[in-house]
């Protein structure tokens, strides 16, 4: 599969436990948030996003909680599975421009 | 709805040489981007076109050029491949300029001997 990133951060969880994914993110203009999921060998998939006036947002088993005092974004994944194993990118927009800027990444591992 | 393909997938090229990659957006998009991703740098924007028209362009040198045709079908060009280019290149379609979620392909991953 694709090494998109020899040195990320890991976080291994076991199968059926709740995942949190950290990103701090640097500009504080920016108002537009957006996480990414990239399986190996794929390109990244938007999982979920969060605009700046809001500081939570619920999708299917995943919450996004936005920080901007301390410019931290987080994802959380409930109840996670073996097929949540991936790298996930936090990506952010600030207002003057629709560029997003990615994260490093977090690379998941889930155990059966 | 088929997604975003990218063509070629693999390609192994020499320094010096120049390569040409194809990006077919999903029917209906109108703006493609692309991004280069390696271990050591992530994923960095290269350039944005919608419209046949570049919107926007990254911080790379000359040797990385784009274009946009009109049906929305975009090709990127390096030439004169440095070993530092090794990298996947991701191609992103969106509906419109400035939607925010952003559809990618697979990649091309290009090797530089």
């Known amino acids: 599969g694709e090494n998109v990133g020899l040195h990320l951060p890991t976080l291994s969880v076991q199968e059926g436990d709740n995942s949190i994914i950290n990103c701090a993110y640097s500009?504080?203009?920016?108002?537009?948030f957006i996480w990414y999921k990239q399986e190996s060998g794929k390109g990244p998939q938007f999982i979920i996003d969060?605009?700046?006036?809001?500081d939570k947002r619920q999708g299917q088993r995943v919450t996004v909680l936005l920080n901007k005092t301390v410019k931290h974004l987080s994802l959380q994944i409930a109840a996670t599975q073996p097929g949540d194993s991936a790298v996930y990118f936090c990506a952010e927009n600030s207002g003057g421009s629709y560029i997003p800027t990615f994260g490093r990444g977090t690379s998941l591992i889930v155990h059966p | 709805k088929a997604g975003v393909t990218q063509t070629p997938r693999y390609l192994i090229k020499t320094r010096g040489q120049q390569v040409t990659l194809s990006c077919s957006p999903i029917?209906?998009?109108?703006?493609v981007s692309w991004y280069q991703q390696t271990p050591g740098q992530g994923l960095q924007f290269l350039f944005e076109?919608?419209?046949?028209?570049?919107?926007n362009k990254g911080n790379f040198p000359g040797r990385f050029s784009g274009r946009q045709f009109s049906n929305s079908r975009s090709e990127m060009n390096v030439s004169t491949l440095e070993l530092g280019d090794s990298a996947l290149y991701l191609c992103?379609?969106?509906?419109?300029?400035?939607?925010?979620?952003?559809?990618f392909g697979e990649g091309s991953r290009l090797t530089v001997l």
């Open positions: 029917s209906g998009h109108r703006s």
């Open positions: 992103a379609s969106s509906p419109g300029l400035h939607t925010g979620e952003l559809f």
């Open positions: 969060i605009r700046s006036n809001m």
């Open positions: 500009n504080s203009a920016s108002d537009y």
């Open positions: 076109y919608f419209s046949e028209t570049q919107r």
